[in-house]
């Protein structure tokens, strides 16, 4: 999918539903979804049916195939894990069972659990819906085998069944969904210019506001989730994606990753909400936010710029693109910024061969700390990959080189340089960070984007002759943080570069060989004596978003480095 100058967002795979939540959702709340894609959706009361998966920043949605109504199924706030699972689904048979990726979700719901309820016996005494013509169907929908009342049904997934006067035949009344939210698009013709829409609400992410006129499915709703006492427990979603191409997995990863960096960033900003990374501006157009962008940028290029003025309008540009997706986008849309920031990086940190000054270093930390805010929810913006896939990564391994200087110990630094210093290592790490994340995504696309994989990411860096002095300060801050109970609590910026810092080492584990071997001779006694998950679990305050998914990583790094 891709996003048209004005911002707009098209699907190759389905303009319909693009158009669909174009009419029906606030501009707002349609700027920010990243991704939707169809699959068979398998949950407490959903069994085996063809939907649309939607992805917002914030928010997956649920629709029927064709969508007539917006469901929300939860917020990333409350997912607990995003998994692929290893397996061949039985209701799918030949090519599409072996293309099938399976992703299972657990979040947390305070909703009761539905026993023995399935959607598909109420259609009992109606019989199955009729089957759609042949014009009608989608070549790459399987076909899949439901049991009505003991008797087998072969139906198409991709078959548009026929109408019914109060919901989709393919998809149960959202009521029996057991989701949150609903938007109920008009039944009648396409809506005239003018009429009003049931917009869903930007501004008030949990607060359960529905539009008119649905008030009694929502009372319902809430009414049998009072009737539990509100405990909270843990549920599954299950999609399946029958495509080997198929991207969902990975931005589920994403826009999971981002909204827990964000929200937890937020509370440490909580007194001073202004200077807070993560708030949102007045709303402005993309035209103008284009035309701001343009002036700020014609600024950072012009000849003969001072440090000072470079400085300043990078800070300038940082602030910006924090609050600002759309600016994100714009600046992967042109080359030129973005070789300049590589650039600029380069002649920073290596023109003295590792005798660095303060200003070089305070410069330094602003343009990585500028580079890893771009990539942040911009994995949709196709020339973004375009960008860093041309000439086999050229600009790609230009920035990862670069980013790894030769002195990565503050210890052994001038006493005004050793903070400086730390500030831009952990800059660089959430910048790695954030290629990881790249990487990842890469790996699962076309055979023709692998070199940007976590591997090959990994492969250009490992060669490097301070690498190994890098990845030894980020683990020791690790096993700084994690070695004394007895510490305060960190802060939501120490957390998230914990997480950032966990996921580095884990891929280092995972994906390159060299890596792993060095961090098992060196630093197995470390781990082995100082990382305790039950230390972790005292310093990560649990209402942190980012915590739980801090600990998981935690274990599967111990796992990995003492038991191998």
């Known amino acids: 999918m891709a996003r048209t100058g004005s911002g707009a967002l098209l699907s190759r795979r389905n303009v319909k539903l693009d158009s669909f939540l174009k009419r029906n959702t606030e501009r707002a709340v349609y700027e920010r979804i990243r991704a939707h894609e169809p699959c068979v959706v398998i949950s407490e009361t959903v069994n085996k049916v063809y939907m649309h998966v939607v992805l917002s920043d914030e928010r997956v949605y649920l629709t029927e195939y064709p969508p007539r109504t917006l469901t929300e199924a939860f917020s990333f706030g409350r997912v607990r894990e995003v998994e692929l ?23 947390v719901t305070d909703k009761p659990a539905v026993r023995g309820r399935d959607w598909l016996r109420r259609d009992k005494r109606a019989g199955l819906p009729a089957a759609a013509p042949p014009s009608r169907r989608t070549s790459h929908c399987p076909t899949i085998t439901h049991t009505i009342e003991g008797l087998p049904v072969q139906r198409s997934l991709g078959e548009l069944p026929a109408s019914t006067p109060t919901r989709s035949a393919s998809c149960p009344d959202p009521e029996s969904l057991g989701l949150v939210r609903v938007i109920r698009p008009p039944s009648t013709a396409p809506t005239p210019a003018g009429s009003p829409t049931f917009p869903l609400s930007p501004t008030s992410p949990d607060t359960g506001q529905v539009p008119r006129g649905i008030g009694s499915v929502l009372s319902r709703l809430l009414k049998r989730d009072s009737s539990s006492g509100g405990e909270e427990r843990e549920a599954e979603l299950h999609l399946y994606a029958v495509s080997d191409t198929s991207r969902l997995y990975l931005h589920l990863q994403s826009s999971w990753s981002s909204f827990i960096i964000k929200s937890t960033l937020s509370l440490e900003c909580s007194p001073s909400p202004d200077s807070c990374p993560g708030k949102q501006l007045p709303a402005i157009s993309w035209e103008r936010t284009a035309h701001l962008f343009g002036q700020l940028s014609c600024e950072l290029l012009q000849e003969g ?40 990086l380069e002649e920073s940190l290596h023109s003295l061969n590792g005798g660095y000054t303060a200003d070089q270093l305070l410069l330094s930390t602003l343009t990585v700390q500028t580079l890893a805010v771009m990539f942040r929810e911009t994995e949709v913006e196709p020339s973004r990959l375009n960008l860093l896939a041309a000439k086999k990564g050229a600009l790609a391994s230009r920035m990862l080189l670069a980013m790894i200087i030769c002195n990565a110990d503050p210890q052994r630094s001038p006493v005004d340089c050793g903070a400086l210093l730390s500030e831009y290592l952990d800059a660089a790490c959430s910048l790695l960070f954030e ?21 090959w990411i990994l492969g250009v860096l490992q060669p490097h002759p301070h690498m190994l002095s890098f990845v030894g300060y980020q683990v020791r801050q690790v096993v700084l943080v994690l070695s004394d109970p007895q510490d305060s609590s960190l802060s939501p910026l120490q957390s998230v570069l914990l997480f950032q810092r966990c996921r580095l080492l884990l891929a280092c584990l995972q994906y390159n060989k060299q890596l792993a071997q060095h961090l098992r001779s060196h630093f197995r006694e470390e781990f082995m004596y100082f990382v305790k998950l039950s230390c972790a679990e005292q310093k990560l305050p649990p209402h942190y978003p980012i915590s739980q998914p801090t600990l998981q990583l935690i274990e599967q790094i111990l796992s990995l480095h003492l038991h191998r």
Do not use: M
């Open 435 to 455: 290629l990881l994340l790249l990487g990842h995504n890469a790996s699962r696309c076309s055979p023709a984007d692998n070199f940007l994989s976590v591997g």
């Open 85 to 107: 699972v290893n397996d061949l689904p039985d209701f799918l048979h030949g090519k599409n069972r072996e293309l099938c990726q399976h992703i299972r979700i657990t979040y």
């Open 305 to 344: 710029i001072s440090v000072e003025s470079l400085y300043l309008l990078l800070q300038e540009l940082r602030t910006a693109a924090q609050r600002s997706v759309a600016l994100r986008r714009l600046f992967w849309r042109s080359s030129e910024l973005f070789v300049f920031l590589v650039q600029t």
